[in-house]
């Protein structure tokens, strides 16, 4: 009796064959004599039936048993449309419990009976759920996909060390003690940066690799102390040849696996423009509604709240929502106002309304006929629409209207399902101004290349170098970033002295890398895609967990195995360290 | 100017076209008034040749400078053979100095000029050494084919935590801090063990990974603190169905890299077999020269020291050399006694020579003339022969026999180049007895499945109890080993007990896989194939450091980036730990 076909695999075309399945007990029913079993594998689900001669052989068995079943494929009596397997049943003529089960403590079928730290504490009876075991596979075949296509074009797969030297990267490294070297530590990479870089110096070319990393963060819901990325590095090109090798990679990997036809070449706006557009650089385009400066209409306003808004160089953005005038009530305005108020410190949020031709709102009275007419006319106001209105300063007016954006295309539901829209954000601003260390830091990382006609500017005006950093970002996610990098040891010198690190503390953290650039580095660049963010977008989830087999808590604890945990003095004293700190239990 | 060609891919075929390369200077000459250049990239190196008119604008041009460069191609005047692109050549017609470079601290043609510590130093400019690329472009094509070959067989890939539990295996585990929970530790895993079998029990039934592996052990010179290993763990099958998914992945990596047919099969060989034929379980099978047992000869002998060790229940053990008696002089054969002696305590090496149709050596006369003929007959031996005899406990007698027949075949070149042979070992002892921990330990880990029929041993009978594990052996090394598991909670327990693991302890350790266990677990086995030894096989190279792109020395450290390295004492108290004892620097 040797396995023939997958549950899931049957259908009408195998009627009067003889088959030979082997699965888990999803679900028993008694009908007198009868008995009947949905049998369930990897490929789905199967109903098996026992009739009066079977049925005692079966007496014993429980959900999750584990049962080896031969017997011949029937047309069922009447379809169950909810089926895959729906038309035929197997008339059970031989079978063998493989294994038992005791009561599982959480139900199988979906996962609506308990807490999501339960259902990781038996991570290992969740993932036996359908549509886990399909996300799974879908990130394999993601991997497959991305794998095969890169090694047609040209790149190499090389493994880097997970047990590496601290990188200059934004968040906090793991540390891991030597053994050997008592008082000194590894760091696990927060990205293969550093080596793919050095793999370029190397004169690999064309390098990629499906890389674990490790940031040691305070998790957000949409985060994992692992993660893992589509590495990608390559010589001698510029942006078009990055770009076209990403979007050849989306458009197989969108293909190959929900059959989505993507464009053959994805939309690209610079920061600057992005952020005026839609007030954050990371804008869903699903869906329109840009935000629209009207600060030219009010140049000569009488309405002092504007007034003083642009007398002190602030703008005057709005949004127009088509059928959302009555969507709107005072009170929903008001969760608007708060909205703006509290996240992003915005003075106050002004609307407009036009219902039956007629224009209401919250500036209709303190804006002149003539100021009415122009807002109706700029933004294209029908009937039911609503405009919302922020004066502020521009980073706070633009990225509240980029968050009301957002929020109400949700509220709305015009956001399109099964849409897919890619954008390439560009042109990044090279540093920004941290308050907290009083001196400006890479946007991006400190390898990342200046645009050419702003590397005058790298001390004079560093606020306006641009840098040829770049963002994928899909339906309002960042989905990949990435920059062409320096390539000159002067330049990379100068851009670290420009951050205000000195070349001695730089020569101590990564000179050897420093050192590589004199000796024929070529020009490069390259991409880290996220995985995770990938396989969510494509299997349509919010839970980052969804996508991983073993995932932890947001705080970093594997509910499962319950990692980290305690270990023997005696390892501590080998490491040469000790505990100085213990958490709370 | 894009680039058409890579240096490596010309041929008389591309004569009279106009191309253009980009690559690293390998070597530049000045012949008068003409330069010429081998350029060297990704492909390989080509000669690029510079007239009168354009050797000015190579002037500055030193070894490792990159360049572009456009022109014709042409045949040259006399053919180089040593070069694959030798019978021709680029005429330049236009050249620009992509990046200078300063003179390189090791050569790049090959890896004579300095310490093995400083070219890892230097590992980045190494690593353009033609044969390096070409070793890390077999490892990437060799896991291609591996992960094509598996996901056609219905296997999905699963990636599996690095931040993990510490496992239940034998070497020292990597600990890492946790700095959310104080006085916590993560474990780097010694492999995917625990994890892959918990994706069978959620009825994955067939994974793969290609996962890094963490091991803190003193290194030997074939081993890194961390590799690389080909993991696979499949439901519902056994021995059979577990070993035809290898052969059929070795089959297509072996066809798909280096071009050689495998056997369909390979062949099995039982552990005490093996033992009793070879000495060791790692058998070299690209010769003969197995050990034959003499002990039946000598039941009833009158030379004494035998017979002490055949009353001591020892054995008589010997090995034939075809045409090697004139090539071990007495010397010699005292450089071979010196070896068993101290190498594996055995009390002395008998030997006996076939020289011109007459018997003669160290046990020549002590035996009597119908032992001597019964030797030539039972061992064959013809003019020429050397016989090394061994008398000794079977442990000592077999592994000096086993190591000598080894070293023979090496001193006499009788091994075959560019033959591959597989060998299964099955049926290997489940447990041995560690005299330093004073209790019998599992020989393979504690989930190894025992024989059906040796279950009953598992308490009375311990040393006889084999396992389901087995490894296989290619041309004399380990490439990967595997079992079939335990999949009964019960037989999981006992083996526990049977090596001395209180349930306490072993539920403290993993009590959540043991859990795991109850709820219907499939059967299950599988293999982990050991990516490094595979791909030193196919390079035939014998360092591991070819093998890996940054790999560190035989101590675990780093000579590129210098790590592992101190941190700052800041990031030592968040993780709430503290250096007690530091390395002598």
Redesign the interface.
């Known amino acids: 009796m040797k ?1 023939t076909h997958g549950c899931g695999e049957l259908s009408r075309g195998n009627v009067n064959e003889k088959v030979t399945l ?1 699965g ?1 007990v999803a679900k028993r029913r008694n009908l007198g004599s009868l008995v009947f079993i949905d049998l ?3 490929s789905g689900i199967c109903q098996v039936t026992f009739d009066e001669t079977m049925a005692a052989k079966v007496q014993e068995v429980r959900s ?3 049962l080896q079943v031969s017997g011949t494929v029937q047309m069922r009596g009447a379809a169950n449309p909810k089926m895959k397997t729906g038309e035929i049943e197997v008339l059970a003529e031989d079978v063998m419990i ?5 009561t ?1 403590p959480i139900t199988i079928a979906d996962d609506t009976d308990t807490s999501e730290d339960n259902r990781l ?1 038996y ?3 969740d ?2 759920r359908p549509v886990l ?1 399909q996300i ?2 879908l ?2 075949k993601v ?2 996909i991305a ?2 296509t890169l ?1 047609a074009e040209g790149f ?11 990188t200059p990267e934004g968040a ?17 990479p927060q990205s293969p940066q ?2 793919k870089q ?2 370029m ?6 390098y990629f690799q499906i890389a ?1 990393c ?1 940031r ?1 963060e305070d998790l957000r819901s949409d985060r994992q ?2 993660f ?1 990325q589509i590495d990608i590095e390559m010589s ?1 090109g510029d942006e078009d040849t990055v770009f076209a090798v990403v979007e050849k990679l989306m458009r197989d990997i969108f293909k190959g696996t929900i059959g989505v036809d993507l464009e053959e070449h994805f939309v690209r706006i610079p920061y600057a423009e992005c952020i005026r557009r839609y007030g954050t650089d990371k804008p869903d385009l699903r869906y329109g509604n840009e935000i629209q400066d009207l600060s030219g209409l009010f140049r000569d306003t009488e309405f002092q709240v504007f007034r003083n808004v642009l007398d002190n160089n602030g703008v005057i953005g709005a949004l127009r929502f088509e059928n959302a005038a009555d969507k709107y009530s005072r009170k929903g305005l008001d969760k608007l106002q708060d909205f703006v108020k509290h996240g992003f410190k915005a003075k106050a949020l002004a609307y407009l309304k036009m219902e039956n031709g007629s224009l209401s709102g919250s500036v209709f009275k303190p804006l002149s006929e003539a100021e009415r007419e122009a807002i109706v006319k700029e933004l294209d106001m029908h009937d039911n629409d609503l405009v919302l209105i922020i004066a502020d300063t521009p980073k706070i007016a633009l990225s509240a209207l980029g968050a009301l954006r957002v929020r109400l295309a949700k509220e709305l539901d015009i956001i399109p399902q099964d849409v897919y829209k890619f954008l390439w954000v560009t042109d990044f601003p090279m540093f920004e101004y941290s308050e907290e260390e009083e001196r400006w830091v890479a946007c991006h990382h400190p390898f990342t290349a200046p645009k050419a006609e702003d590397v005058g500017k790298l001390f004079s005006d560093p606020e306006h170098v641009s840098s040829r950093a770049y963002d994928l970002v899909i339906n309002g996610y960042e989905l990949l970033s990435g920059s062409i990098r320096i ?2 040891q002067d330049l990379q010198e100068k851009v670290f002295e420009a951050i205000g690190l000195t070349m001695e503390s730089a020569r101590q953290r ?1 000179g ?2 420093l050192d ?1 650039f ?6 490069h660049g390259g991409v880290g895609i996220g995985l995770e963010r990938l396989v969510m977008v494509l299997a349509g989830t919010d839970n980052i967990r969804d996508v ?3 995932p ?1 808590t947001n ?4 509910m ?8 023997d003095k005696a ?13 709370s239990e």
């Not at 906090?172 to 696990?188: E, H, M, Q, T």
């Not at 110096?201 to 064309?206: F, L, P, R, T």
């Not at 004199?518 to 020009?523: A, F, L």
Request: proline content about 5%.
């Open positions: 396995r082997i888990w369930r594998d990897r999750e048993f584990i493989v294994n038992r089960a005791e599982a504490k991570r290992y009876l993932l036996r075991q799974l596979m990130r394999h991997c497959m794998r095969n090694d190499v797969e090389v493994e880097t060390p997970i047990l590496a030297r601290s906090r490294d793991y540390l891991v003690p030597s053994r050997i070297y008592n008082g000194k530590f590894w760091a696990l550093i080596y050095l793999l110096i190397a004169g690999m070319e064309k674990r490790f040691d102390p692992e893992t001698f390539h000159d990564f050897f890398f590589a004199r000796y024929g580095t070529p020009p991983v087999a073993f932890t705080s970093s604890f594997d499962m195995s319950e990692a980290p945990n305690v270990v390892q501590l004293d080998i490491l040469g360290i000790e505990i100085t700190k213990k958490d």
